[in-house]
């Protein structure tokens, strides 16, 4: 992505950030972030069409390489040369990435916005639930696939929920295991 976009989207991110430490979510306005972010409005809306895809767009940042194919050494961790269907390694690699998020998403959970971002994060990680469940590294004798699924995700959800709100004092290692200890 072209670093003027990169860098036009941090600007926006943070101050959406900012505006949520003054106004709630819910009264939050587009000149609100315009503010915060010294971002101009055509700017703005080149980018982004309301406040709500300012935060959906957050959660796909934090993705968007998690999901890529091709891992690159980073400066608070180093998946490149693991294998990208090795699950935990997924799980602890995208809890790096929230992590490196913290300040934002911690933000993000601590207002009435935090049910939308639970659910971005929900449908990203889903897909990956589906593969621990498919491929038999987590399993639970006797209960339906789809309800494994929905089980493996919403425990990925509780689990950084529980993360976030203590402060992320555990490592991202130390959660994935959390989440593979049955």
């Known amino acids: 992505m072209d670093k003027r976009i990169l860098k036009t989207r941090q600007a926006v991110y943070s101050g959406f950030a ?69 699950y935990s390694h997924l799980i602890t690699h995208i809890l790096y990435h929230l992590h490196d998020e913290k300040d934002l998403i911690t933000t993000i959970i601590s207002c009435e916005c935090k049910h939308q971002f639970y659910q971005d994060l929900r449908d990203h990680i889903r897909p990956i639930s589906e593969r621990i469940v498919k491929s038999g590294m987590i399993t639970w004798n006797g209960v339906p696939e789809a309800l494994q699924i929905t089980r493996l995700t919403e425990s990925l959800i509780l689990t950084v929920d529980y993360w976030f709100s203590n402060g992320c004092k555990e490592t991202p290692e130390k959660i994935t295991s959390f989440i593979y200890n049955r």
């Open 18 to 86: 900012k505006a949520l430490g003054s106004v709630t979510f819910t009264d939050m306005t587009i000149e609100d972030i315009l503010k915060a972010s010294g971002v101009s409005r055509s700017t703005f809306y080149a980018h982004f069409k309301s406040k709500e895809e300012v935060l959906s767009s957050i959660s796909s940042h934090i993705f968007e390489h998690v999901f890529s194919h091709s891992l690159q050494e980073e400066e608070t961790h180093d998946f490149s040369k693991t294998d990208i269907f090795d």
